[in-house]
């Protein structure tokens, strides 16, 4: 994929008053334009208007069960690693309606779907999280099994990728082969540039509607001195990790079901389900149903569930996943092994928000390493 560290490709300069064009182009062509903000202590994906809503000179701290926002004493818009909450949350919504009906004749009656929303136009997507979102493209991408809601929102939307200039306490994408390079999945990658005396984005195109839209934009040519600290920013991220994922043996975790390690796990996970809640791939589902009091008006709702609930195993008659050790092992091995049989790809993307989102600070690279490292540990 060119970009900037391809030299024959044209990168732009986009300054401050470049990317506000940016962002308003996207709104003029009807996409509902999401990027980072700040809400409760935290950045969040939500609605922007202009980079004024965005979260400049705001920095984080990662660890196992720790988040805390910083100053960066700079102006970067973009000096954050991930959000709590990713993408997966406007691409697979956490509550979804799949249909209302109504009684009607004796019978029911299947009501008209409510409109598509406007399309998306999403500013600040982290290679991590396009490489998340090409996961469960291939999740709900089956024809027979998929689900064509999330392909249609995603084919109608418009992915504004910004490459990591610095690493995350929790991530180990390198690791992954996912970031922080964004080599696909994007219509524009920028790379931020803050300084004290400049603020640029490098901007390429990624798609042929990238290319216009940036071409509309008249941004002058990033001089080469730029491009190079681009990228010897993006490699530093790279080198900068504290983490590492053994990506290859993560995948024999299926070998090791009876290992004394899942007890010891067992013993320290609270079967919470943040980790599955924040995972931007995991997309396991219940459905409800509801009812007004006069059984006149029917809804059935999708929502997120959790393979760390006792009801996810539920098989007639009991749970088959009854001790918590069984359900950390079920995530844990599907993600990183059975993941591989079913979609032909890693679950994990190295993001790190299982890990800054445990109460208990449980590592899931800590967790395949001490595994791998005893054996079959009977
Ligand atoms: S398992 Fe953890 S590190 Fe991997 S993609 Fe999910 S949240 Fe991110
Ligand atoms: S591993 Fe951590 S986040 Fe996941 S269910 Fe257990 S306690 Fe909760």
Same mark, same amino acid.
């Given at each position: 994929?060119?970009?900037?560290?391809?030299?024959?490709?044209?990168?732009?300069?986009?300054?401050?008053?470049?990317?506000?064009?940016?962002?308003?182009?996207?709104?003029?062509?009807?996409?509902?334009?999401?990027?980072?903000?700040?809400?409760?202590?935290?950045?969040?994906?939500?609605?922007?208007?202009?980079? /004024?809503?965005?979260?400049? *000179?705001?920095?984080?701290?990662?660890?196992?069960?720790?988040?805390?926002?910083?100053?960066?004493?700079?102006?970067?818009?973009?000096?954050?690693?991930?959000?709590?909450?990713?993408?997966?949350?406007?691409?697979?919504?956490?509550?979804?309606?799949?249909?209302?009906?109504?009684?009607?004749?004796?019978?029911?009656?299947?009501?008209?779907?409510?409109?598509?929303?406007?399309?998306?136009?999403?500013?600040?997507?982290?290679?991590?999280?396009?490489?998340?979102?090409?996961?469960?493209?291939?999740?709900?991408?089956?024809?027979?099994?998929?689900?064509?809601?999330?392909?249609?929102?995603?084919?109608?939307?418009?992915?504004?990728?910004?490459?990591?200039?610095?690493?995350?306490?929790?991530?180990?994408?390198?690791?992954?082969?996912?970031?922080?390079?964004?080599?696909? *999945?994007?219509?524009?990658?920028?790379?931020?540039?803050?300084?004290?005396?400049?603020?640029?984005?490098?901007?390429?195109?990624?798609?042929?509607?990238?290319?216009?839209?940036?071409?509309?934009?008249?941004?002058?040519? /990033?001089?080469?001195?730029?491009?190079?600290? /681009?990228?010897?920013?993006?490699?530093?991220?790279?080198?900068?990790?504290?983490?590492?994922?053994?990506?290859?043996?993560?995948?024999?975790?299926?070998?090791?079901?009876?290992?004394?390690?899942?007890?010891?796990?067992?013993?320290?996970?609270?079967?919470?389900?943040?980790?599955?809640?924040?995972?931007?791939?995991?997309?396991?589902?219940?459905?409800?149903?509801?009812?007004?009091?006069?059984?006149?008006?029917?809804?059935?709702?999708?929502?997120?569930?959790?393979?760390?609930?006792?009801?996810?195993?539920?098989?007639?008659?009991?749970?088959?996943?009854?001790?918590?050790?069984?359900?950390?092992?079920?995530?844990?091995?599907?993600?990183?092994?059975?993941?591989?049989?079913?979609? *032909?790809?890693?679950?994990?993307?190295?993001?790190?928000?299982?890990?800054?989102?445990?109460?208990?600070?449980?590592?899931?690279?800590?967790?395949?390493?001490?595994?791998?490292?005893?054996?079959?540990?009977?």
């Amino acid at each position: 994929m060119p970009g900037v560290d391809d030299p024959k490709t044209v990168t732009a300069a986009l300054d401050m008053a470049g990317l506000d064009a940016l962002i308003a182009a996207l709104a003029e062509r009807g996409y509902r334009v999401i990027g980072p903000m700040v809400a409760d202590d935290a950045v969040v994906y939500d609605e922007i208007a202009s980079s /004024a809503d965005l979260p400049a *000179g705001v920095g984080d701290e990662q660890d196992g069960g720790r988040y805390r926002l910083r100053a960066r004493g700079d102006g970067a818009l973009f000096g954050y690693t991930v959000a709590p909450q990713g993408w997966k949350r406007l691409l697979h919504p956490p509550r979804q309606k799949m249909f209302a009906a109504r009684r009607q004749d004796g019978g029911f009656a299947i009501l008209p779907p409510e409109p598509a929303a406007a399309p998306m136009a999403f500013l600040g997507v982290r290679a991590c999280e396009l490489a998340a979102i090409g996961i469960q493209s291939r999740v709900f991408g089956d024809e027979a099994a998929g689900d064509p809601g999330y392909r249609g929102r995603l084919a109608r939307s418009f992915v504004v990728a910004v490459e990591c200039a610095e690493a995350g306490g929790t991530c180990f994408c390198a690791s992954m082969g996912t970031g922080p390079q964004v080599e696909a *999945g994007f219509d524009i990658r920028l790379v931020e540039l803050a300084g004290h005396d400049r603020h640029v984005f490098l901007a390429d195109a990624g798609s042929a509607k990238g290319a216009e839209m940036l071409s509309g934009l008249n941004a002058p040519p /990033a001089p080469e001195a730029d491009r190079a600290e /681009a990228r010897r920013r993006v490699s530093a991220a790279a080198g900068a990790m504290g983490r590492t994922m053994p990506a290859a043996t993560a995948r024999r975790l299926g070998e090791h079901a009876e290992h004394r390690r899942w007890a010891d796990i067992g013993k320290r996970c609270l079967s919470c389900g943040n980790c599955t809640m924040v995972c931007p791939t995991c997309f396991c589902t219940t459905v409800e149903d509801v009812t007004d009091l006069k059984g006149e008006h029917a809804e059935r709702w999708r929502t997120w569930d959790s393979c760390f609930s006792i009801d996810f195993s539920y098989i007639h008659g009991g749970a088959i996943r009854n001790e918590v050790r069984s359900r950390y092992r079920q995530w844990i091995t599907h993600k990183l092994s059975a993941w591989h049989e079913q979609f *032909g790809t890693s679950g994990c993307v190295g993001c790190g928000r299982c890990i800054t989102w445990c109460p208990v600070g449980i590592d899931i690279t800590e967790e395949v390493q001490a595994i791998h490292a005893d054996g079959k540990g009977r």
